[in-house]
């Protein structure tokens, strides 16, 4: 175990980064979503699920290259920072921040619900507020108590989510083709292109969040050689999952598109009552570990912005036993609380989302500003970098154009904030 430059411990290796990727992308989105694609383009749906992975494989891609630069915490924020200059870095840090508040908020209004079916005498308002802050705040103490203790409650949970899904996966594929009686005949609605382009923003949801764990760029053993590797082998292994758990729902599931739980309804069908529980049992734990890992890496965005000057110093300090960034914990955890205390998973899902693709746009412009370069600081190379980034960057632009007002006053508001702060700063 080694210690950073900036007081930290390097304690994550490649499958614990590996690990806090997967944690990171799946959430609660997975066990709704199915339902709500089935309704948009039917038996297309996993190869939706398909093209948005490669797609957002290839803005993976781009970051990987980015990233292999880096052994600092910081994540995109320093990386846009680093190309373009301290307002860009400012700009990426304030969308960057109000997607991982808004994200684990989304997943913290997901778990309340999924906890009242277990537990209905919670429905009420109070029970809900209490549910959050304890929910909330017993993962912010567990990575205030160190890094070690957060990753390894991270690999945990991944470990557990993964095995639920590929249970419901295997489980539902055998039954199919043991028991032909319950298989579905696919439908296939009219080809829409406004359809696909609802659907593959959906998906920019349900596959982001992988860029998060590069913020503890200081806390990984060799970031620059691991973090390439672990992002892109997390979003295959995601990618398949995602695509086999659509598969089988609207396989075996009749009029999919209709159902809350699709993914429950589905297991009741070829695992009866007891297998349905144990699916919803694991929205419950997905989203706890979604939870998990947001609350690991994301207060070091702060942590990061306060180490170079452009946020109060004191967001910078590493508890002197701990060896973690404190009171960005704790102002991140209270930040996540009054989003999901205050708005609810739709629109903390899109807000997520929105502002995720005008990020995913600055790296992929900032991969032909480092080759220019040629400082030879890369260590991850992609073949055709150019091809790459003109993908990527044409992908978010175009799904940038779909959102709504709302979210546009919102993402509209955080860049005039990001405005104000390097005003401040520059002074």
Excluded at 57 to 78: F, P
Excluded at 79 to 92: E, M, N, P, S
Excluded at 120 to 130: D, I, N, Q, T, V
Excluded at 299 to 328: I, N, Q
Aim: glycine share 8%.
């Amino acid at each position: 175990m080694t210690q950073s430059s900036q007081g930290l411990v390097r304690t994550i290796g490649r499958w614990s980064l590996t690990a806090l990727m997967v944690n990171s992308i799946i959430g609660g989105s997975i066990f709704g979503l199915p339902s709500v694609l089935a309704v948009r383009i039917g038996a297309y749906s996993p190869f939706a699920y398909l093209g948005a992975g490669l797609c957002i494989l290839i803005i993976a891609a781009c970051i990987a290259e980015v990233s292999s630069r880096y052994e600092e915490t910081g994540g995109l924020y320093l990386y846009a920072r680093d190309a373009f200059g301290r307002f860009t870095g400012l700009l990426v840090a304030w969308l960057t921040w109000l997607t991982r508040i808004a994200a684990p908020a989304a997943g913290a209004n997901l778990f309340y619900t999924y906890l009242v079916l277990f537990f209905p005498p919670l429905g009420s308002r109070k029970a809900e507020l209490l549910v959050l802050a304890v929910l909330i705040g017993h993962h912010a103490l567990l990575n205030y108590l160190g890094v070690e203790t957060g990753k390894q409650v991270s690999n945990l949970f991944t470990a557990v989510k993964v095995g639920f899904l590929l249970f419901f996966v295997f489980a539902g594929v055998l039954a199919l083709v043991l028991r032909p009686e319950i298989r579905v005949p696919f439908s296939v609605p009219a080809f829409s292109a406004k359809n696909w382009f609802e659907s593959i923003l959906l998906l920019v949801y349900a596959y982001g969040g992988f860029e998060g764990a590069l913020f503890v760029g200081g806390e990984s053993s060799n970031p620059k050689r691991d973090t390439p590797i672990a992002l892109l082998r997390a979003l295959v292994v995601v990618c398949l999952i995602y695509t086999a758990a659509q598969f089988v729902t609207i396989a075996a599931l009749p009029d999919a598109g209709s159902s809350a739980r699709p993914l429950t309804d589905a297991a009741q069908r070829f695992l009866g009552p007891a297998g349905a529980a144990a699916i919803a049992l694991a929205a419950l734990v997905s989203t706890y570990g979604y939870l998990s890992a947001n609350l690991l890496h994301a207060p070091r965005v702060t942590f990061a912005l306060a180490e170079r000057g452009d946020f109060p110093a004191f967001l910078a300090a590493v508890h002197p036993k701990f060896r973690t960034p404190y009171f960005s914990i704790l102002l991140y955890a209270a930040l996540v609380f009054a989003f999901a205390a205050l708005g609810n998973f739709q629109w903390n899902a899109m807000l997520s989302a929105v502002s995720r693709l005008a990020i995913y746009g600055a790296m992929a412009l900032a991969v032909p500003v480092f080759r220019g370069r040629r400082d030879g600081k890369t260590q991850f190379l992609l073949p055709v970098p150019y091809l790459f980034s003109g993908f990527a960057l044409l992908f978010s632009i175009a799904l940038l154009t779909k959102m709504g007002r709302g979210e546009f006053y919102v993402v509209g508001a955080t860049c005039a904030i990001a405005l104000l702060n390097w005003l401040f700063v520059q002074r």
